[in-house]
């Protein structure tokens, strides 16, 4: 192996070293630790540990790291106290996660580094938006992310790239090709020669390194930093590596022919460093057995404090209340006395323009949604008044958008993301419930994020475009999700979630667009997130429902003059309001759960259970539902007529109250 030192003084060049040798003796110490049942799951990262390193010394501190499982120099490199690193691989106290996820996937904003999620691909979105918001800071950073070569297959890899390149956004997407992925060899997962070759796809720059050649990879990156920050763009960086152990430890390397372990042996990035810095005397043996002991002695500290704690004792209130980043809403501005009739659609549209005017960190993206103003307009304008940087086109690709509105988040940031119709949400739909939702609660990180969701039937669009998937997202813990039913609901409950720095769903039923209107304020004001509003009250039953299903509860019983109903409309579905159900049920010992989404496992399967188990003593009558049917959507009028519950409303009315 070649190694030109250029202008590096010594003490650099030993630096490197040192730096080399932490991760690869913390590993060697971790097999032993393994084979001695003292630790669990291990992911060697030897032989490929020239990459990490030398990335994290080439770039500034302040410059976020993304990196993966087999990046254990990220984590030196970065000065991550060993004590806090083992405790958190023990999965004790002392950790990032509160012993609630395990090896690296945690993120530290003091070192600047947003571990993984197990998906590996998101990591790129992430990037995108931590890059995104450097940028619009005008700070000069650098973002650089890790992906393995077989990471590279997934849509996440494509999506970041293109994101970036469209963008101009300074991340350095690395590959580091390490031969395998898991057992799967190169030549089973890409056809491409070389990962360069795809840069050239996405009109950006590929740079080949020597991936186990610590001084080139340095010496690379610290280039190629330096000019992103002058020039913001994506490059492609990739590091020729192998993997000289397991996937991970249990797994083995049977699948691996011994002559390429043999040939890569020989290409050892920290024997060949050392080997290089002996013969031309920058440090000789006693130096480096000093360093080597130096080293061991921080590592056994290390562990004999991450050892001397304990597993986590559970505490069940502490788990519910870290779910979502706490939040302690702002009284509503005072709002004034002049009023405007608003429709439907443009409440949405005069909450989102305040919010973009109460929060200059509030960045928004979408399709077609900058000068075109969105499918529906209701952006329309926004780029005038707010400018293209805050009011951001997308490509068509979900899934890194709102992977970049977390890394957004990540930097203080706050982000809407549009979804141009709800069904679409399927392609960030990971992002969603792995990363917005878990990252507060895995390691203190809130995902201050808003993804609107132009949802529901009754427009004759078919099943690709009428969707009502609100259920999806309610079985998913650290979501918050608002469903407004009229204009000043819609306002007040968008103002409400861009404020608080937890990830929101907000669905707006395209139906109600045009059709209702209503005198709104039209100064900002919020209307508070999990209180449910009775909107008509009786005592004979109870219709607790929400969204299209209020229009629908009010316009049958008007043609019902006989039966006085509570008709509860939720606003919130999550955390619903279990204090203002239980309150209806108790009035009028009769409940109809109302919904457009379809029947099964729907938002008021879990209603009836709650009612049933927490009011049972206040029933007369069985906790009915009433739902779409348990079809996708129909496209043909007739079909979806059919299809949605309103037809049977006044039916299932007169069957709860004759029981
Ligand atoms: C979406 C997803 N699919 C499958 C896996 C299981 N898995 C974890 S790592 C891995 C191999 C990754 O290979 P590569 O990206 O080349 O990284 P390497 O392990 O070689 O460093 C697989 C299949 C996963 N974690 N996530």
């Known amino acids: 192996m070649k190694f030109s030192r250029k202008k590096y003084s010594d003490d650099a ?51 976020y790291i993304l990196p993966m499982h087999r990046n254990l120099g990220v984590f030196t490199g970065r000065q991550v106290p060993f004590e806090k690193l083992f405790a958190q691989w023990q999965g004790t106290p002392g950790g990032f996660t509160k012993g609630r996820d395990r090896s690296f996937h945690f993120g530290t904003n003091e ?5 993984m999620i197990s998906h590996l691909g998101p990591q790129n979105g992430v990037a995108d938006g931590i890059a995104l918001a450097s940028l619009l800071k005008d700070e000069r950073r650098v973002t650089v992310v890790f992906n393995g070569d077989g990471g590279t297959s997934e849509g996440d890899f494509h999506e970041g790239l293109n994101v970036a390149a469209v963008w101009d956004l300074p991340v350095i997407f690395v590959v580091e090709n390490n031969g395998y992925g898991l057992s799967t060899p190169s030549n089973e997962q890409f056809r491409c020669k070389s990962f360069v070759d795809k840069a050239i796809g996405y009109g950006i720059e590929g740079v ?15 280039k190629l930093s330096e000019s992103l920050r002058d020039k913001p763009r994506p490059v492609l960086l990739e590091c020729l590596t192998f993997r000289m152990r397991g996937h991970e430890e249990a797994s083995g390397t049977k699948y691996v022919p011994r002559e390429l372990m043999e040939q890569w042996a020989q290409k050892d990035p920290v024997e060949n460093f050392e080997s290089f810095l002996l013969k ?20 056994d500290e290390g562990l004999t404090h991450a050892f001397a704690e304990h597993h986590p004792v559970p505490d069940t209130a502490l788990e519910l209340h870290d779910v979502y980043a706490p939040f302690e809403p702002l009284a509503p501005a005072p709002v004034g006395a002049t009023q405007s009739e608003k429709r439907f659609i443009d409440a949405i549209s005069d909450g989102l323009r305040q919010s973009m005017e109460r929060h200059d960190n509030l960045v928004l993206m979408g399709q077609d949604i900058a000068e075109y103003g969105g499918v529906f307009k209701i952006t329309d304008g926004f780029v005038a008044q707010f400018g293209k940087p805050r009011v951001r086109n997308t490509p068509l690709c979900e899934s890194a958008i709102v992977g970049a509105a977390l890394g957004l988040s990540i930097k203080g940031m706050k982000a809407m993301v549009e979804m141009q119709f709800a069904d679409f949400v399927t392609e960030g739909f990971n992002q ?15 995902a201050d994020v808003v993804v609107r969701m132009p949802t529901g039937a009754g427009t004759a669009a078919g099943p690709f475009h009428s969707q009502s998937n609100e259920a999806w997202f309610f079985h998913t813990p650290g979501l918050k999700i608002v469903y407004p039913s009229n204009p000043y609901d819609a306002k007040g409950l968008l103002c409400a979630a861009l404020e608080d720095p937890n990830p929101y769903l907000y669905f707006e039923h395209k139906a109600l667009y045009r059709s209702v209107k209503e005198m709104i304020p039209d100064d900002y004001y919020t209307v508070e997130i999990g209180k449910a509003k009775l909107v008509s009250e009786g005592s004979d039953l109870s219709i607790i429902t929400y969204g299209m299903g209020v229009h629908w509860a009010r316009e049958i019983l008007a043609t019902m003059p006989d039966v006085q109903a509570d008709v509860l409309d939720l606003r919130t579905l999550l955390p619903w309001d279990q204090a203002a159900v239980k309150m209806t049920v108790e009035k009028t010992n009769r409940v109809l759960v109302l919904h457009e989404d379809t029947l099964t496992g729907g938002v008021g399967a879990e209603l009836a259970a709650w009612i049933s188990e927490n009011c049972f003593a206040s029933l007369d009558a069985p906790v009915m539902r009433l739902a779409s049917l348990d079809t996708p959507v129909p496209f043909a009028p007739t079909l979806e007529n059919n299809f949605l519950p309103k037809v ?7 069957e709860l109250l004759k029981y």
């Open 13 to 63: 060049l030993v630096g490197l070293y040192e730096s080399l040798l932490r991760p690869r003796l913390i590993e060697e110490k971790m097999l032993i630790l393994l084979r001695q049942n003292k630790i669990s799951k291990w992911f060697s990262g030897i032989g490929q540990e020239a990459i990490s390193v030398g990335i994290a010394a080439a770039l500034d501190p302040d410059d």
């Open 111 to 115: 070192h600047h580094i947003v571990g």
């Open 208 to 222: 080949q390194v020597d991936g186990n050649n610590v001084l080139e990879v340095y010496d690379t990156v610290k």
């Open 280 to 299: 031309e005397k920058i440090i000789d043996d006693k130096a480096v057995a000093g360093l080597r002991k130096k080293i061991k002695k921080e590592i």
């Open 432 to 446: 969603i419930v792995n990363n917005l939702a878990k990252t507060h609660w895995r390691w203190g990180q809130p």
């Open 648 to 654: 049977h409303l006044k039916a299932k009315i007169q």
